[in-house]
């Protein structure tokens, strides 16, 4: 099933048409996503349990910026702009570490876990130099369930929870607070501009086409929903046993899940944050996954699995099947996505016509246009518009 989109009295034109294939490859556009769209959104960097101890500290890199989110000797969670003061090198490298101050490897400034500039070697001979002013740079910050979000500007957006509000009855059952993490961040670069993913992600029509797997699984249990800023995706677990070995054992061997109510205990739920950001739950791990702007036509994905802590034999077979399950099923997607990038260099293809049911996607479409009302048009503007 799908929610229908609002009507009102005086309907967008453009409304039934997805966004122009230009917006997917041209230069301008991209410069403008990443100062109207990217830096100002809130984009997820870690979870809670990530970040234990002092000195605990986890990146994320996007927009030309490295962020870095450091738990301080306070226990205060912290984020900062991963550059130092004095030349503008990066402090840290990779993508997590410990440190009990942040040192900058070029000339040795030194910074407390707070931020604070507290060691400058021959300080004497800076005579321009504040300490009290030459702190890390603070970003934005938000806790939501257990998981720690940073963005860059505030535009005055709502925050992730006023985003999820109207779905925290849903998400709370699932314990996210308590979770920990399954494996390591992994990054996979696509060769696709950001919108496809995250089209094809919020995307239900492909699912009976080009998803076997999920089609044997779910029937034609498989909805979706638009809110404001949150796209909403589900479908149940069938009984009738899969064909497919790594499916049927699956539906077999999940365990039910105390925590959880009978309707979710065969489940799997989907949520995507605008503009980027996903989590996928299910009865036995939660995942997130975010698609991050690397260029007009590149992203890259960023992926973790969190669980609650469980040692039944028969919960640890469904996590290694659910990650069987989904791998076919993200071989399945990137083919798909690089289909559509190289179909959209073709001159003979300007704007697609939408489904009612294609309602994420219309949403999706109207708040892109409505932050960057070039998208309206079929074709690019001069080169140099997001720049005027």
Not at 55 to 80: K, L, N, Q
Not at 234 to 244: E, F, I, K, T, V
Not at 288 to 301: A, D, E, K, N, R
Request: with cysteine; glycine share 6%; hydrophobic share 40%.
């Amino acid at each position: 099933m799908a929610t229908a989109p609002q009507r009102d009295s005086h309907p967008d034109p453009l409304d039934g048409w997805s966004l122009p294939a230009w917006t997917y490859s041209d230069p301008d556009f991209y410069a403008a996503e990443m100062a109207r769209i990217f830096r100002p959104s809130w984009q997820v960097v870690c979870h809670d349990s990530d970040i234990p101890a002092a000195g605990d500290w986890h990146s994320i890199d996007y927009c030309g910026e490295s962020v870095i989110v450091v738990r301080g000797t306070d226990r205060t969670v912290r984020a900062f702009t991963n550059v130092c003061r004095h030349r503008g090198s990066r402090l840290v490298d990779g993508a997590a570490g410990c440190a009990k101050k942040l040192v900058c490897p070029y000339h040795a400034w030194t910074y407390e876990l707070d931020g604070r500039l507290s060691g400058v070697p021959d300080s004497a001979s800076y005579p321009t130099l504040d300490k009290g002013k030459a702190g890390l740079i603070p970003v934005g910050l938000e806790q939501w369930r257990g998981f720690w979000f940073v963005r860059l500007e505030d535009d005055g957006g709502p925050s992730v929870a006023a985003m999820m509000a109207p779905y925290e009855a849903m998400v709370e059952p699932y314990r996210f607070e308590e979770l920990g993490a399954l494996g390591r961040v992994t990054l996979r670069p696509r060769d696709v501009n950001w919108k496809n993913v995250g089209d094809n992600y919020s995307d239900g029509l492909h699912i009976p086409v080009a998803h076997p797997g999920l089609t044997r699984l779910f029937g034609k249990s498989y909805g979706v929903e638009a809110e404001d800023r949150v796209d909403r995706m589900w479908g149940d677990l069938a009984d009738r046993p899969s064909a497919n070995w790594s499916e049927r054992l699956y539906q077999r061997l999940l365990p039910p899940v105390p925590h959880l109510p009978q309707a979710n205990q065969r489940h799997w739920l989907y949520f995507k944050l605008w503009p980027n950001v996903a989590f996928d739950i299910y009865p036995d791990q939660i995942d997130f996954m975010q698609w991050l702007p690397t260029g007009p036509t590149s992203c890259l994905i960023r992926e973790i699995s969190y669980v609650l802590p469980d040692a039944r034999r028969e919960m640890k077979a469904a996590r290694y099947l659910n990650w069987r399950i989904n791998r076919q099923v993200n071989a399945e997607d990137t083919a798909l996505i690089t289909r559509v990038q190289q179909g959209m260099q073709s001159q003979s293809f300007q704007m697609g016509p939408l489904s009612d049911k294609e309602v994420c996607l219309k949403h999706f479409c109207a708040r892109m246009r409505a932050i960057i009302p070039e998208a309206r048009l079929e074709q690019a503007p001069a080169a140099g518009w997001s720049r005027a």
